[in-house]
């Protein structure tokens, strides 16, 4: 009788664990859902780049300040037809920049020889990513030249996979960003897990 009255109550036990579980809606893929989508911070790295990987024969005319990294030491600048912005440079290398480096892939860049002294600093005030990785996967560069408007907002970033960033991001422990992706027509908020000034 012992027995019996011991299986009783353990099985009943079981039972009212699992419907209080499945009461409150919990299970172990949810904390994870939401670590992915929500991270505890967004990670904000100052790049810089890493090497040179080759030399452009061409000298490079920077004529003024980094529109997608507008911070000390970074550059606008032309080597022929194209243009690379940041470019960027350091009080030990007066003579020349490093171009098309990349956070995401080859973070070392090409060596470009100045064709003039760099022009003074046209910096613009506040924090703006050049870069960012959003927590559903794309990657969004800022946009330097002509773009659209989605709601009334500029689009400011283009990202891998289709994808487009309104306006700028609202920067706090997570930054958050109005995402559209593609096929959509209505920005979705999403967080970013990583941010390159």
Not at 56 to 65: G, K, L, N, Q, R
Not at 134 to 157: H, K, M, Q, W
Not at 166 to 191: A, D, L, N, R, T
Request: proline letters at 7%.
């Amino acid at each position: 009788m012992f027995k019996h009255n011991t299986l009783f109550i353990v099985l009943f036990g079981v039972l009212l664990l699992n419907a209080l579980v499945f009461s409150m809606g919990t299970s172990p893929h949810t904390s994870v859902t939401a670590t992915a989508t929500f991270p505890p911070s967004t990670k904000v790295v100052r790049f810089s780049p890493s090497g040179i990987r080759g030399t452009i024969d061409t000298p490079a005319d920077c004529w003024e300040s980094s529109l997608a990294a507008p911070r000390a030491n970074t550059w606008r600048c032309m080597v022929m037809n194209t243009i690379y912005d940041p470019c960027f440079s350091t009080s030990t290398q007066a003579s020349y920049v490093i171009c098309d480096a990349n956070p995401t892939s080859d973070t070392r860049g090409l060596k470009a020889i100045l064709a003039h002294p760099l022009p003074a600093s046209t910096l613009s005030s506040g924090t703006q990513a050049w870069m960012i990785h959003l927590a559903d996967g794309p990657v969004c560069s800022f946009l330097t030249g002509a773009s659209g408007l989605i709601g009334g907002e500029r689009i400011n970033y283009s990202c891998t996979e289709g994808a487009f960033i309104v306006g700028s991001p609202h920067i706090s422990p997570v930054w958050m960003v109005k995402e559209v992706k593609k096929g959509q027509s209505q920005p979705v908020m999403m967080s970013v897990v990583e941010a390159w000034t």
